[in-house]
């Protein structure tokens, strides 16, 4: 189809394109390695012809003359020769290797002339996974519809109108007449109330009695109901989340307090999670000082998700301020999937 032969097309002239590239960088590593050599070559030559036994004898005889000779004059006709020798070895290396060096200049020349007014697109921009084409990152998010409120498999969520601005951010990533019709949606909301009200699709936790066969339960020999089986594992995953505006080196307290490990750095406005077990400690600390700590948490299996927020540290940059938007916008939204679901919104 058009859209095969396109994404075809694009990828060979992105080939050819890399393919120029580097032939004009290998070029130029190529004739630089080349006059090196020339010149090393060339060096060892003269020293090879001082060490025979005629230079030997030729700078021997150069000294009786020295002797008659004004010593003044004499070092700087050796000076002129010592300068005309070097001259002439730079004038035979350049016309031995001009044209490569010459084809260097050129191929990178147009190169970067190239760079600078085409855009290459990389494979994994080129040719999209399948699942990508219909990808939204705001589907099944209704702002519109008040009826969803009561349809099974749905629930409803909160959040301020202050993140008007966030939610506007991740309709129009989806650039679609569906998203924009939800933003809108939206923004008459924040017209009327301070409140904004969605809805969104849940997978509900069924009973053991829900998931287990008809068939099952007739023919066991007792009629006793069925008792979900304990779990040996009682690991659980943990998040951690840095709302500051300064990457934190996060670490796991041990044992004991000589035996604390780095866990991971988490980035401004970014988190990072690990799996642990209940009552385990882990501790947060700037990275220019592992010794203090900023704070501590023991974890358990009913708070996996802790967050870090700094009351000193003031957010100037607009990319973390966005980041930061982003990041409580989650959190809202987790909140209110937490009481619907029992589960925790990662």
Not at 62 to 84: A, I, Q
Not at 142 to 151: I, N, Q
Request: glycine share 4%; net charge neutral.
């Amino acid at each position: 189809n058009d859209t095969t032969t396109q994404n075809t097309t694009k990828t060979i002239k992105y080939i050819i394109r890399f393919g120029s590239i580097t032939l004009s960088r290998a070029s130029q590593i190529f004739s630089l390695l080349s006059f090196l050599i020339s010149l090393r070559q060339r060096y060892f030559f003269k020293m090879s012809q001082q060490a025979s036994p005629v230079a030997r004898d030729r700078d021997e005889n150069n000294k009786l003359k020295d002797k008659y000779n004004d010593d003044d004059s004499r070092s700087d006709d050796n000076d002129e020769e010592d300068e005309f020798s070097l001259w002439s070895e730079l004038k035979s290396a350049w016309k031995q290797h001009f044209i490569a060096i010459l084809v260097a200049v050129l191929a990178a020349t147009m190169g970067f002339f190239h760079l600078q007014t085409t855009n290459i697109a990389f494979p994994r921009n080129i040719l999209p996974h399948a699942h990508l084409e219909t990808y939204r990152r705001m589907a099944n998010i209704s702002f519109c519809d008040s009826s969803e409120e009561t349809k099974e498999g749905y629930f409803l969520f909160e959040m301020p109108k202050l993140h008007l601005k966030t939610l506007q951010k991740h309709f129009d990533g989806d650039n679609d007449k569906l998203g924009q019709r939800e933003f809108k949606c939206a923004q008459a909301q924040s017209e009327r109330q301070s409140i904004l009200k969605g809805w969104a699709p849940l997978h509900r936790t069924p009973k053991l009695d829900q998931i287990t066969s008809t068939a099952v339960s007739i023919n066991r020999a007792d009629k006793k109901p069925l008792k979900p089986a304990s779990l040996s594992f009682t690991g659980f995953g943990v998040k951690f989340i840095n709302l500051s505006p300064t990457p934190k080196l996060l670490f796991w307290d041990g044992r004991s307090s000589d035996d604390q490990r780095l866990v991971a750095e988490i980035p401004p406005m970014e988190s990072v999670g690990t799996a642990t077990q209940a009552g385990q400690a882990f501790t947060l600390t700037p990275v220019y000082d592992a010794s203090t700590a900023l704070q501590r948490w023991t974890v358990t299996a009913d708070e996996p998700i802790l967050v870090f927020r700094s009351e000193t540290e003031k957010i100037k940059d607009e990319e973390l301020q966005h980041k930061l938007r982003l990041q409580e916008l989650n959190l809202a939204f987790a909140r209110d999937y937490l009481i619907s679901t029992k589960r925790h919104w990662f």
